[in-house]
């Protein structure tokens, strides 16, 4: 049972123009959700997170969004820039899972064109 | 500069054979965690570990293992090797109570 899923596997954007990934959760214990990014060969990297009692949290260029009554979240990145292209993945964990237990979703590949 | 290396980053081996992979990290970190990346599955948790002497079952831990002998050190076992687990696989750390995991640049597993 995929209780975090990308629904999309691939996402292609023109340079400069707004990407926007998705993400959708089913178990409504999560309380804390983040995305990381994986360039090929190399480990996932955390790029931004947001706690359940936001619904919002932005950094520079990359903005999280949290809808929790949809159990939604989605990742905008604005403007894209062509060294975005990578994996994304969301991920969420639950405050009984101490340790920072995560779920991760499958992942979407971003190709930003230039 | 604190780091988390994964060693080898390649590796070639015959079904039922045991295979070690090793997950070194210098952060002094408590919680280590060892994932498998599949294709449309993203990242599942096989084992994890919150202290020494400590190792718990993730999502996919049939056929795997882990000791927790150091703080620094979570080495993963395949006590069998079989076809299934031709993966790629990543070791994370994070320090308790936060939710920040930082993960090594992984190993990818090809059994024949």
Redesign the interface.
């Known amino acids: 049972d995929q209780q975090?899923k990308?629904n999309s596997?691939s996402l292609s954007v023109q340079e400069g123009r707004i990407s926007i990934l998705n993400c959708d959760y089913t178990n409504s214990m999560f309380d804390?959700f983040?995305w990381?990014k994986k360039y090929p060969?190399?480990?996932?990297?955390?790029l931004i997170?947001i706690s359940s009692i936001k619904d919002k949290n932005e950094d520079g260029r990359f903005t999280v969004f949290l809808n929790k009554s949809a159990k939604h979240l989605s990742l905008h990145i604005v403007p894209s820039q062509p060294g975005d292209s990578a994996v994304y993945?969301c991920?969420a964990?639950a405050p009984e899972t101490?340790?920072?237990?995560?779920?991760?979703?499958?992942?979407t590949q971003l190709t930003v064109n230039p | 500069d604190a780091e988390?290396t994964q060693s080898p980053r390649h590796k070639i081996t015959e079904t039922g054979r045991q295979v070690t992979l090793a997950c070194h990290q210098t952060w002094n970190h408590?919680?280590m965690?060892w994932?498998r990346q599949d294709l449309?599955?993203?990242?599942?948790?096989i084992h994890?570990s919150?202290g020494v002497q400590d190792t718990n079952k993730g999502e996919v831990s049939d056929g795997y293992s882990v000791s927790r002998s150091n703080t620094e050190d979570l080495p993963l076992t395949l006590e069998s090797a079989a076809s299934s687990q031709t993966s790629v696989y990543?070791c994370?750390s994070?320090l308790?109570?936060?939710?920040?995991?930082?993960?090594?640049?992984?190993t990818r597993l090809l059994v024949l």
């Not at chain 1, 060969?41 to 955390?46: D, L, V």
């Open positions: 975090v990308q596997p804390y983040l990381y060969a190399e480990g996932p990297t955390f997170s993945f991920a964990s101490s340790g920072s237990r995560l779920t991760f979703g499958e992942g | 988390i408590n919680n965690f994932y449309g599955h993203g990242l599942r948790l994890y919150y990543f994370a994070s308790d109570l936060q939710e920040t995991q930082y993960f090594g640049p992984g």
